[in-house]
């Protein structure tokens, strides 16, 4: 890593640039391109102040509109038994890159333990699940990439499509492999697609 560092260094303040003018449209309209339309599936689309803001968050009507406060009566997951095995493994120069990034950048990454949602039950005014505590790192380094990498094949003018992109071609290929939680669970911050607040 340290022999990328000085590259990174000249490279990263450009690279952020192109990342920034990159749009929220753009986004919604690669990730569509990526995995297509699924009639069971769509876009969240928030109203507020006479706008529509479709964002990148999957969802589907049954997640929606749940009313169900998150306190100590409604929540009912529990931690799973024994650590479930990491459900990606980093790719090493994608990886490198991004601890090169974090030093180049100044940012402190620390290894903390973070919640993982493995499944999810939510009905009856109760939402049930399991999680795991899983390292921060384990996430850092695999399906948190995915967002950077969209976003600079859209700063390049790349096209998106199924093969294009490399990390996300491995870690999240295909609507099922997104709403599978076992799949493809991380901290439950997945970035595009991310997964429906409700789920």
């Given at each position: 890593m340290t022999a990328r560092l000085p590259k990174t260094r000249r490279e990263l303040p450009?690279?952020?640039?192109?990342?920034?003018?990159?749009?929220?449209?753009?986004?919604?309209?690669?990730?569509?391109?990526?995995?297509?339309?699924?009639?069971?599936?769509?876009?969240?689309?928030?109203h507020f102040g006479g706008q529509a803001l479709e964002t990148s968050i999957l969802t589907r009507p049954e997640w929606l509109d749940l009313n169900i406060p998150l306190n100590e009566t409604t929540d009912a997951l529990t931690l799973a038994p024994t650590p479930s095995e990491p459900t990606a493994d980093p790719?090493?120069?994608?990886?490198?890159?991004?601890?090169?990034?974090?030093?180049?950048?100044?940012?402190?990454?620390?290894?903390?333990?973070?919640?993982?949602?493995?499944?999810v039950d939510i009905r009856d005014g109760?939402?049930?699940?399991?999680?795991?505590?899983?390292?921060?790192?384990?996430?850092a380094l695999t399906l948190d990439l995915l967002e950077s990498e969209l976003l600079d094949a859209l700063a390049a003018g790349k096209p998106?499509?199924?093969?294009?992109?490399?990390?996300?071609?491995?870690?999240?290929?295909?609507?099922?492999?997104?709403?599978?939680?076992?799949h493809g669970s991380a901290p439950?911050?997945?970035?595009?697609?991310?997964?429906?607040?409700?789920?």
């Amino acid at each position: 890593m340290t022999a990328r560092l000085p590259k990174t260094r000249r490279e990263l303040p450009i690279r952020q640039a192109r990342r920034a003018r990159v749009s929220r449209t753009d986004v919604v309209a690669a990730l569509r391109a990526y995995y297509g339309t699924d009639p069971d599936y769509s876009l969240y689309t928030a109203h507020f102040g006479g706008q529509a803001l479709e964002t990148s968050i999957l969802t589907r009507p049954e997640w929606l509109d749940l009313n169900i406060p998150l306190n100590e009566t409604t929540d009912a997951l529990t931690l799973a038994p024994t650590p479930s095995e990491p459900t990606a493994d980093p790719v090493p120069e994608a990886a490198l890159e991004r601890l090169a990034e974090v030093e180049a950048s100044g940012v402190r990454l620390t290894n903390e333990q973070t919640y993982r949602l493995l499944d999810v039950d939510i009905r009856d005014g109760l939402i049930r699940g399991t999680i795991d505590v899983t390292p921060f790192l384990e996430y850092a380094l695999t399906l948190d990439l995915l967002e950077s990498e969209l976003l600079d094949a859209l700063a390049a003018g790349k096209p998106i499509q199924p093969g294009s992109l490399p990390l996300r071609d491995r870690y999240l290929p295909s609507l099922t492999s997104v709403v599978t939680l076992r799949h493809g669970s991380a901290p439950v911050v997945c970035s595009h697609y991310a997964r429906s607040p409700d789920q």
